[in-house]
Nanobody, 126 residues
């Protein structure tokens, strides 16, 4: 069964760090663009970051300079390293296969396709 499995969530203090992992099962992640999304209670799901098949990375404004997305091809994994976390980063984080396309006027749009993980909870609190 094709699926993604996230891990690495937990409780972290403001200003701390955490690494989330997304492992592919019956799917080779290097053959896909992979993105991370998050959803906080009472809020809509939002994109966080994605990595294209050629390794180009994209970050949404709230996490630029604090989060880093990367591939570990040997482990069929895409990691999201969170640093200097804030209470506003509290959410369920999920990875998914994503599409990318040029945005009119410049930049790149990206969004989810059809393979998702179940999610991992990140709670930022002192």
């Amino acid at each position: 069964q094709v699926r993604l499995v996230e891990s690495g969530g937990g409780l972290v203090q403001p200003g701390g760090s955490l690494t989330l992992s997304c492992v592919g099962s019956e799917i080779t992640l290097d053959d896909h663009a992979i993105g991370w999304f998050r959803q906080a209670p009472g809020k809509e799901r939002e994109g966080v970051s994605c990595i294209s098949m050629d390794g180009t990375t994209y970050y949404e404004d709230p996490v630029k300079g604090r989060f880093t997305i990367s591939r570990d091809s040997a482990k069929n994994t895409v990691n999201l390293h969170l640093t200097n976390v804030e209470p506003e980063d509290t959410a369920v984080y999920r990875c998914a296969t994503v599409w990318l396309r040029p945005r009119h006027g410049g930049g790149t749009q990206w969004g989810p396709l059809d393979v998702w993980g179940q999610g991992t909870q990140v709670t930022v609190s002192s």
